[in-house]
């Protein structure tokens, strides 16, 4: 049983940074893909970050040159960093570990980004 675990949100001011950390136990953690991903309130979840098994990373138009998605191999941690926060960066935050058609999803962590 695969578990993702979020930690590092919270409130920041526009213009601040945060560090989004994903801690994955039960699994093989070389072999997932990585991705974060947000949910608005009344909006879908969107695809923030990728970071494939092969170190091939994606990014969402509107968070390019601002986020970027890592993963530390040693200690099975994926992480988002956010800089030049938004008011329309607030939201859930989630990650995601997918190997082939298996899917797993954490809880979430909230964003909360001030004007």
């Known amino acids: 049983q695969v578990q993702l675990v979020e930690s590092g949100g919270g409130l920041v001011q526009a213009g601040g940074s945060l560090r989004l950390s994903c801690g994955v136990s039960?699994?093989?953690?070389?072999?997932?893909?990585m991705g974060w991903y947000r949910q608005a309130p009344g909006k879908q979840r969107e695809l923030v970050a990728s970071?494939?098994?092969?170190?091939?990373?994606t990014y969402t138009d509107s968070v390019k040159d601002r986020f970027t998605i890592s993963r530390d191999y040693a200690n099975n941690r994926v992480y988002l960093q956010m800089n030049s926060l938004k008011p329309e960066d607030t939201a859930v935050y989630f990650c995601?570990?997918?190997?082939?058609?298996?899917?797993?999803w954490g809880l979430g962590t909230q964003v909360t980004v001030s004007s």
């Open positions: 995601r570990a997918s190997w082939g058609s298996i899917v797993n």
């Open positions: 970071l494939t098994s092969r170190g091939i990373t």
């Open positions: 039960g699994g093989i953690f070389r072999g997932y893909d």
